[in-house]
């Protein structure tokens, strides 16, 4: 619907596995963001890529690790996760990643980790 | 530190009402704002932008004000209906680096 598209939109894994969330836009757009969503907490924005290139990590743990490799796809690789990570992961997609624009947010992936 | 403050309660109106959502910033100075709707289980959709040298933009049944005074936003949808019940959001970017902070949101409820 956005052209923002991300899988799996639901995802179980325990604290000792190995995961990786998708996110696809079909947009033409240039920067891709990361962002965490908690129960009763604001978006938390996580990463930023712009034309492939990693711009901001805002202080996210290592068991974390974003991956672009172009500036359609978005990967992040999830490792050794603790249960307080089970949030709704959103990715988004702008134009460019400076200047004034717009977001346009994929569905999410519900994490929940064991 | 910088704090964003939107409404935690849910704003409950009858359908037809005008419906008005207040965001609040402090140790912020936002190039712009803007406003965001989130229904349950899907990810946030961009609704209306304002820049710092704006005091009102409108879009159909939709307004936004921003006063860098009082450091606060409103955003009213008026003419409400059921389908305008949703979770909405107000964000900030203080160097126009697309770099947008996140009010926790407000949730709006339309009853008919």
């Known amino acids: 619907e956005t052209g923002v598209t991300q899988t799996p939109r639901h995802l179980v894994m325990g604290m000792t596995n190995k995961k990786s969330l998708k996110c696809e836009q079909h947009l033409g757009h240039n920067a891709m963001y990361w962002y965490k969503q908690s129960a009763k907490k604001p978006l938390e924005l996580m990463f930023v890529y712009n034309f492939k290139e990693q711009t901001e990590n805002n202080s996210v743990p290592s068991r974390f690790s974003p991956e672009c490799p172009n500036s359609s796809h978005l990967f992040l690789h999830l490792h050794t996760l603790q249960p307080e990570d089970s949030a709704l992961y959103l990715c988004?997609?702008?134009?460019?990643?400076?200047?004034?624009?717009?977001?346009?947010f994929g569905p999410g992936t519900r994490l929940t980790v064991l | 530190s910088q704090k964003i403050e939107q409404n935690s309660e849910a704003l409950n109106i009858q359908e037809g009402k005008t419906a008005t959502l207040t965001c609040n910033y402090t140790n912020y100075s936002p190039a712009y704002l803007q406003w965001y709707r989130q229904d349950p289980g899907r990810g946030p959709v961009f609704l209306l932008l304002i820049r710092e040298n704006e005091k009102e933009k409108r879009k159909e049944r939709l307004k936004v004000t921003f006063d860098t005074t009082l450091k606060q936003s409103l955003f009213h949808i008026t003419a409400s209906q059921p389908a305008d019940s949703a979770t909405y959001l107000c964000?900030?970017?203080?160097?126009?680096?697309?770099?947008?902070?996140f009010g926790g949101g407000t949730r709006l409820m339309v009853k008919p």
């Open positions: 964000a900030l970017d203080s160097n126009a680096g697309n770099m947008l902070t």
């Open positions: 988004a997609s702008s134009p460019h990643a400076q200047g004034i624009n717009e977001q346009f």
